[in-house]
């Protein structure tokens, strides 16, 4: 009897440790990411170009291979991948995965998902994702030149790349190069330089939309620039300025990028400003700010709604050659910011000398913004109208400002605020006024910043409101404490 019980024993004993054997095989193996959350900020750039997908192995026994994709948000198609085959057990421990991604041309700035699969020996896959924003910087990729060999009697290819091209230059548009190089030349004009194009042996040759050059000779300390075809639509840089004249010293490729030309649209979204690295951290919101400023000496903290010190601020680092700054902010939705210069005194501020605050959603990343006119104590801020009127051929009693002060005066809608609804025209325009004599209405106008008709800031002596593009009942309300206005069309 004993011995019956000791087998059976023995006999379950068996069967739950080959249970627990069975089970264990069947386990598929997880993945964890690390290093990185949803909605964080990557950046790529010429120096960088690929996204760093981190893992570490829970249960790494049986793995196969591990897929990583990376695909446009809403896409199926993925704009870049990479597979990591051949895993052994040391692999998984912390890894990563490097995943090169294309010029912006293909990857484009945006959301993005960052898509992993796994596969074990047995076939058996497992899929997580998350989700990134990607900044693309990269300008290499735009262009693919080849190495073409130069022509007899020329040692420099001349390299025009020009990222919206399609925005940029038409399809009957040549680029041309124009200064001391074209001495000599039958066809130049000017006394054989500085034609400012149209020289036909200078235009460049058009190899994608993208990408522009020409084979020519030059001698060191060679000057020129680049036009569409005359000095009224020169090249400008990333800012919408002209640039200095472009000098070769050396080499046999000269390579610039024409981010936009006079007369043509200013595009400015297309400029690889690298986000200093500081800014760029998981976890956190990168928030840039336009300080109206690019003095690299000034020290800027962003500081929450409610300090009285710099206690806990967040220091700025300056985008390099522009007047903004950038710093990471914790993923607090809602949370409220303001920037100052130096010392807590001198905080950014609107034109009638309010705070300028930033709200942080916790998703949109990176989140820019401007709309600081000034730093207290450095300016003197407008007044805030104890009245406001509005005036101009949208409104109902058109310019005639004794109608206006009539019948057209904003209601207070508490401290520093006014509203008013009414009847407005399409795509006319109006001011704003707080004098309440017609003769001198002008002298206090107000006036709008920016294009958008619906919302924007208010600029003391500023170009006329445009009415919004539909005729309609709209209420607008005026806030000077944000310095901005917001018309909202009613029923």
């Keep these: 009897m004993k011995y019956s019980i000791k087998l059976a024993y023995f006999l379950w004993l068996l069967a739950l440790v080959t249970l627990v054997s069975c089970n264990r095989d069947s386990v598929e193996p997880t993945l964890d990411t690390f290093g990185i959350e949803d ?70 700035n945006g959301k993005y998902n960052v898509e992993y699969t796994i596969e074990d020996k047995k076939g058996n896959t497992t ?109 400008f840089d990333a800012n919408g300025n002209p640039p200095s004249n472009y000098k070769y010293e050396s080499g046999s490729v000269f390579e610039i990028t024409a981010y936009n030309f006079k007369t043509k649209p200013v595009v400015q979204a297309v400029l690889p400003q690298d986000l200093p690295t500081s800014a760029i951290q998981s976890g956190k919101i990168t928030t840039i700010i336009d300080v109206n400023s690019n003095n690299d000496s000034e020290k800027y903290y962003l500081v929450k709604k409610g300090a009285t010190n710099l206690t806990g601020a967040i220091e700025m680092s300056r985008v390099v050659g522009t007047n903004r700054v950038a710093g990471a902010v914790p993923k607090e939705a809602n949370a409220e910011y303001f920037i100052v210069k130096g010392n807590i005194a001198k905080a950014g501020a609107n034109r009638y000398g309010f705070n300028k605050f930033f709200k942080i959603d916790g998703i949109t990343n990176p989140s820019s913004f401007g709309g600081i006119f000034g730093f207290k104590t450095e300016f003197t801020p407008a007044a805030v109208p104890t009245q406001l009127y509005i005036i101009g051929g949208a409104t109902p009693k058109g310019w005639n400002a004794g109608d206006a002060i009539a019948n057209q005066q904003f209601a207070s809608a508490g401290t520093n605020k006014y509203q008013i609804t009414l009847q407005l025209k399409a795509n006319d325009g109006y001011l704003l006024f707080s004098l309440a004599n017609p003769d001198i209405w002008w002298q206090t106008k107000i006036g709008m910043g920016g294009t958008n008709p619906l919302a924007g800031d208010l600029v003391p002596d500023g170009a006329d409101f445009k009415s919004p593009t539909e005729v309609g009942n709209y209420k607008i309300e005026i806030d000077f404490e944000t310095g901005t206005y917001k018309l909202t069309k009613q029923p």
Excluded: H
Excluded at 47 to 65: C, E, L, T, Y
Excluded at 78 to 84: E, H, I, K, W, Y
Excluded at 176 to 202: K, M
């Design 39 to 108: 909605n964080d900020l990557i950046q790529v750039t010429n120096a960088q170009p690929f996204i760093p997908v981190r893992i570490s192995a829970s249960d790494n026994k049986g793995i196969d291979n591990i897929v990583v994709k990376v695909m446009k948000d809403g896409a199926t198609e993925a704009v870049a991948s990479n597979t990591l085959r051949q895993i052994i057990n040391s692999d998984l421990n912390n890894f990563t995965v490097n995943v090169n991604v294309p010029g912006p041309d293909r990857a484009p």
């Design 127 to 235: 899929t997580k994702s998350y989700s990134i924003n990607l900044i693309n910087n990269q300008t290499i990729k735009f262009c693919e030149f080849g190495n073409p060999t130069l022509p007899p009697g020329k040692n420099v290819w001349i390299r025009v790349i020009v990222p919206r091209g399609e925005q940029l230059v038409g399809t009957t548009d040549k680029i041309y190069v124009t200064g001391t190089l074209e001495v000599g030349d039958p066809a130049s004009f000017q006394d054989g330089d500085w034609s400012g194009g149209g020289n036909p042996n200078f235009a460049l040759n058009k190899v994608s939309a993208t990408c522009y050059q020409l084979a020519v000779n030059l001698a060191a300390g060679a000057e020129f620039k680049f036009t569409l075809g005359g000095w009224d639509k020169e090249i």
